[in-house]
């Protein structure tokens, strides 16, 4: 994972994360404020100082379940499944927002309340090492004991060896609709 961080410091993945008692006693930053992110910190933060390292991804309009939900949400379906589609100008608008760069999905099910009513502190990324601890981009440096990855994955379709049309990388196809 992180080159140069003190051995001592206990580091997981979020495709190996499964609960609070993988991590040491003390501090703990979670790098990559995505749902994974999110969700770790939030079951982190009863029983550690929990930093969250990274953008603010923003989040669903209604809380998953709510009333309000139930009325948003056949309406974004519809969107995304019929006009947000990349057959449609508005569809490929919308993808190439999210994908060119990669900007990861709205956070679901927590909100930024969430965090400071959990004690969670939202810092800025992480750049790098200093004595062994992890650097923010503010030049802070934090004494962690556990430090946790979620900052997701890149797809990597190179394996695929057909002639298809493509968009930074990824192969295009939408029921014969080519961009």
């Avoid at 930053?29 to 995505?34: E, F, N, P, R, S």
């Avoid at 939900?69 to 947000?84: I, K, N, S, Y």
């Avoid at 990669?102 to 004595?131: C, H, N, S, W, Y």
Wanted: glycine letters at 12%.
């Amino acid at each position: 994972y992180g080159g140069g961080l003190d051995q001592r410091i206990v580091q997981l993945h979020s495709a190996t994360y499964l609960r609070p008692s993988q991590t040491q006693a003390g501090g703990v930053l979670v790098v990559g404020a995505g749902n994974s992110g999110a969700e770790i910190a939030l079951d982190l933060a009863p029983d550690h100082q929990t930093w969250l390292s990274g953008r603010d991804p923003g989040h669903e309009p209604t809380r998953a379940g709510t009333l309000p939900d139930r009325f948003v949400t056949p309406f974004l379906w519809f969107m995304a499944t019929r006009v947000l589609t990349v057959g449609t100008p508005l569809g490929r608008k919308v993808r190439d927002h999210y994908f060119d760069p990669p900007r990861g999905i709205p956070l679901g099910r927590v909100r930024q309340k969430d965090f400071a009513a959990a004690g969670i502190e939202r810092v800025p990324k992480m750049t790098g090492t200093k004595d062994g601890r992890p650097v923010l981009e503010d030049g802070r440096v934090l004494d962690v004991a556990t430090l946790i990855w979620c900052t997701g994955f890149t797809p990597d379709f190179t394996w695929i060896d057909l002639p298809l049309p493509r968009h930074n990388g990824v192969p295009i196809h939408d029921r014969g609709v080519v961009t």
